[in-house]
């Protein structure tokens, strides 16, 4: 079995990497540069493929198309907005949706594999994702009808096995399959060290909390100042 892989060097990417290795697949990945904030994460994903690769098959191409950073430079990620603090299916979290970027990624990434003869294309798109149209199973469905149209003759299958789990249901496959966590990045301000303040790094805290497992990535005094900050935006929601 042949899959092109949306990989970001985030949790929900990795983790479907090796998920697809130990379930047979040949991956081909690609990471985009697309002029986002948290460009490091693109490093992330190289030093994750590689270490996948020791398990299976796994072809990484990182792929520039940055320059359409400006005619889709909008909001927190690839604008000049302010990335937002706080629990991640806040209203104030739609500022940092990318205009159509899943839309885009995934054409590039269906063209790729009618190319190389691949029958399959995955994406890490899940439940927690919700405040992101582009993540929506709706979206999913509707975009895969018209990869069947738009490639009649050599047909692609749009595919997001995680599209009915959390983010916590997807650490918990990641932990049992050996995901190097500590390679993967997720804060949105793309700095040294995760701001743990972000929607992305307050989910990724939430995860890990319940899965009883300690978020690998950070230091211990990290990781104590990471559930102080949870436990403040969380009871807000409740």
């Known amino acids: 079995m042949k899959s092109v892989l949306i990989l970001s060097g985030g949790i929900d990417s990795s983790t479907l990497l090796y998920h697809l290795l130990y379930e ?23 030093k994750i493929a590689e270490k996948a690769s020791k398990i299976g098959f796994v072809d990484h191409k990182i792929v520039d198309i940055s320059s359409i950073h400006e005619l889709i430079s909008k909001g927190a ?42 029958r399959e294309v995955h994406y890490a798109a899940h439940k927690s994702d919700f405040i992101y149209p582009d993540c929506r199973k709706e979206f999913v469905k509707a975009l895969d009808i018209a990869i069947y149209l738009g490639n009649i003759w050599e047909q692609v299958e749009l595919k997001a096995p995680f599209v009915e789990m959390t983010k916590a249901e997807i650490v918990k496959l990641g932990l049992r399959l050996g995901v190097p966590y500590e390679l993967t990045w997720s804060c949105y301000l793309g700095k040294e060290r995760p701001c743990l303040r972000c929607g992305t790094c307050v989910e990724r805290t939430e995860a890990f909390l319940l899965n009883n497992a300690k978020d690998p990535l950070l230091s211990d005094e990290e990781w104590k100042e990471a559930l102080e900050i949870y436990r403040k935006f969380k009871p807000e929601m409740e």
């Open 77 to 118: 990620i690839t604008g000049e907005e302010k990335v937002p603090e706080g629990y991640y299916t806040e209203e104030t979290q739609k500022i940092t949706v990318v205009p159509n970027r899943n839309m885009i990624l995934l054409s590039i990434a269906v063209g790729y594999a009618v190319k190389i003869g691949a």
């Open 24 to 46: 047979g697949y040949e991956v081909h990945a690609l990471t985009f540069f697309y002029g986002q904030r948290h460009a490091r994460e693109v490093d992330c994903a190289k």
